[in-house]
């Protein structure tokens, strides 16, 4: 199943340092500019392909907390969050 010129088959998957291997995250792959992401449960669904820098910025986003619930208790939402 190429994408652009790019064959599944042939990326380098990987999946997170910290994943448990249970089969409950997701696999990444870097190829020609762009991030390739797949389900690890489903090697052979669908595949997700993004832009490198619209990954980046996604982790980057992540890694500040800007897709964090808000507290169960009500707690105060953060400007640029996404939530109630």
């Known amino acids: 199943m190429p994408l652009n ?9 990987r999946t997170a340092r910290r994943s448990a291997n249970n089969g409950a995250c997701v696999e990444v792959a870097p190829a020609n500019g ?5 389900d690890s449960k489903d090697q052979n669904g ?5 832009a490198g820098c619209s990954w ?3 982790i980057a986003d992540v890694k500040t907390g800007r ?3 808000d507290d169960l208790g009500g707690g105060t939402s ?3 969050r996404i939530g109630r």
């Open 5 to 13: 010129d790019v064959k599944v088959s042939d990326l380098q998957w």
């Open 34 to 38: 762009q991030i390739f992401i797949r």
């Open 46 to 50: 669908p595949v997700v392909r993004h």
């Open 56 to 58: 980046r910025m996604f």
């Open 67 to 69: 897709f964090d619930p």
């Open 78 to 80: 953060r400007p640029g």
